[in-house]
């Protein structure tokens, strides 16, 4: 799990690149990248409020199968 400092950096660099800050949480190939590099492209805003949400909501940590985890399921 990442620390309060590690989000906070990387929302603080998704504010100005938000393709980058969600490069830094997901890597370059997640789907999370590349809708933030599209959204980003046809808007900076919607870039801007996709790459938090990416960052803050979505969990990196997956199962061996490739799911994502978006909340905490018991």
Do not use: K, Q
Request: proline residues 5%; charged residues 15%; negative net charge.
């Amino acid at each position: 799990m990442a620390t309060r400092c590690e989000i906070f950096c990387e929302i603080l660099i998704a504010i100005l690149l938000p393709p980058l800050g969600v490069f830094f949480r997901h890597g370059c190939c997640s789907i999370e990248f590349c809708i933030c590099l599209l959204l980003t492209i046809l808007g900076y805003v919607p870039g801007i409020i996709y790459a938090i949400y990416a960052i803050v909501v979505v969990d990196r940590d997956r199962d061996p199968d490739g799911d994502i985890h978006y909340y905490n399921s018991a």
